[in-house]
């Protein structure tokens, strides 16, 4: 796949100031895109504008709402792709305030796909969905055709916004593809808190000496990505005339227990502790269990497969972390 053919094109990335915009937003500006990235810095969710650091003066910032449709009316003008990033993804605010969830996941991809259906019909969508649609596995690894059953509102809102932009590809024919991404890590991840994102939240605790805390046996099972691969994913498919009007999982295809991982953490960073605790009854009732994907569909599809091994991904997470700690903690 020529990645060089993003060269020049105009990239809209909602979401962009945040954990996966970010890292996409830095290797399509290496890629020579134009890149405006559109974010409202969502409290207590992942945007920073260090992320963008190394390209701060190479891409265009607007700070809004994808819900707001004047800006997104103006702002969707002339743009070649969309790579729809924007959620609300804190699993413990989307049970909180479930309304709030439904308005940034559903509502605001409304406005955005209805803002290119009047203003910029072909420009291609890229949406970033979770892996979350699945809910429980009923067989592994999970394909695309499993059955989808979520666990929550953050899980549901997904779907919908899922199938709302594929609607969009069918009805407006606006191309549009739509991806369940796995748990993924790495740097300009968020690292506040632990509200969502628990592999990052490991390597914090170690790299403190802290403790790592595992839910029940630690024996659950989940498929863990480094960022670099998944942005190399998001550029290549997005290339890809064929593979619109369709979605597809993206992770490792390998299965990880949290307290693999954990170890695995604690021996490189040499410092932290695991612990067991129960789980509390809000964390029992989201908990999906065992998931790993089937990723044959996305790897029949582009030339991509992961190539980041965890013991790298966690050095290099660690290693950006010790250098800019003072912009994540
Ligand atoms: N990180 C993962 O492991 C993972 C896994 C599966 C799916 N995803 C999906 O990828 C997307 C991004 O996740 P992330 O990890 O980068 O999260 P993040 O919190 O780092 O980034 C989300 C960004 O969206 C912005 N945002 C939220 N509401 C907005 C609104 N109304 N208007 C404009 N901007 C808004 C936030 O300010 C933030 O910068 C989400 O949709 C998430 O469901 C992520």
Same mark, same amino acid.
């Given at each position: 796949? %020529? ?10 990335? @909602? ?16 890629? #020579? ?7 409202? =810095?969502? &409290? +207590?969710? #992942?945007?920073? =504008?260090?992320? $963008?650091?190394?390209? /701060?003066?190479?891409? /265009? ?10 800006? =997104? ?5 002339? =743009?070649?792709? $969309? ?12 049970? /909180? ?33 979770? +892996? ?30 899922? +199938?709302?932009?594929? @609607? ?13 991404? @796995?748990n993924t890590f790495g740097p +300009? ?10 592999f990052n939240?490991f390597i914090?605790?170690a790299m403190?000496?802290?403790?790592i &805390? ?8 989940r498929d863990y990505l480094y960022i670099d691969d ?15 009007? %369709? ?5 490792s295809g390998k299965p990880l227990s949290f307290v693999e991982l954990a170890e695995m953490i604690i021996k490189i960073a040499g410092k932290g ?10 964390? /029992?009732?989201?908990?999906?269990? %065992? ?6 569909? $996305?790897?029949?599809?582009? &030339?991509?497969?992961p190539v980041t091994g965890l013991e790298e991904g966690i050095r290099a997470t660690i290693s950006y972390y010790e ?7």
């Amino acid at each position: 796949m %020529d990645k060089s053919k993003i060269k020049n094109k105009k990239v809209l990335i @909602t979401g962009g100031l945040g954990f996966v915009g970010s890292n996409l937003a830095i290797k399509l500006v290496e890629l #020579g895109a134009d890149v405006l990235i559109i974010d409202n =810095m969502l &409290p +207590r969710q #992942g945007g920073n =504008m260090f992320n $963008i650091e190394p390209v /701060k003066d190479k891409v /265009k910032i607007n700070i809004s709402d994808i819900r707001n449709p004047t800006s =997104m009316n103006h702002l969707v003008k002339g =743009m070649d792709y $969309i790579f729809h990033i924007a959620g609300q993804v804190n699993h413990v605010d989307s049970v /909180k305030d479930p309304l709030n969830d439904l308005s940034i996941n559903v509502e605001g991809t409304l406005v955005l796909m209805e803002a290119l259906k009047n203003n910029n019909p072909s420009a291609k969508v890229i949406f970033t969905g979770t +892996r979350g649609e699945y809910g429980s596995s009923l067989t592994l690894p999970v394909s695309e055709s499993h059955a989808i059953n979520p666990i929550g509102i953050y899980a549901i809102t997904n779907f919908a916004a899922e +199938r709302i932009v594929l @609607t969009y590809n069918n009805l407006h024919k606006i191309k549009s593809l739509c991806l369940r991404i @796995t748990n993924t890590f790495g740097p +300009r991840h968020q690292m506040a808190h632990d509200e969502y994102g628990v592999f990052n939240w490991f390597i914090r605790k170690a790299m403190d000496s802290e403790v790592i &805390p595992i839910f029940g046996d630690g024996r659950i099972l989940r498929d863990y990505l480094y960022i670099d691969d998944l942005v190399n994913s998001l550029v290549q498919i997005a290339l890809s005339e064929e593979a619109y009007g %369709d979605v597809y999982n993206i992770g490792s295809g390998k299965p990880l227990s949290f307290v693999e991982l954990a170890e695995m953490i604690i021996k490189i960073a040499g410092k932290g502790k695991v612990n067991y605790t129960e789980f509390t009854s809000e964390r /029992k009732a989201l908990e999906p269990g %065992d998931y790993y994907a089937d990723i044959t569909k $996305i790897t029949n599809m582009i &030339p991509w497969k992961p190539v980041t091994g965890l013991e790298e991904g966690i050095r290099a997470t660690i290693s950006y972390y010790e250098k800019n700690r003072k912009h994540y903690w």
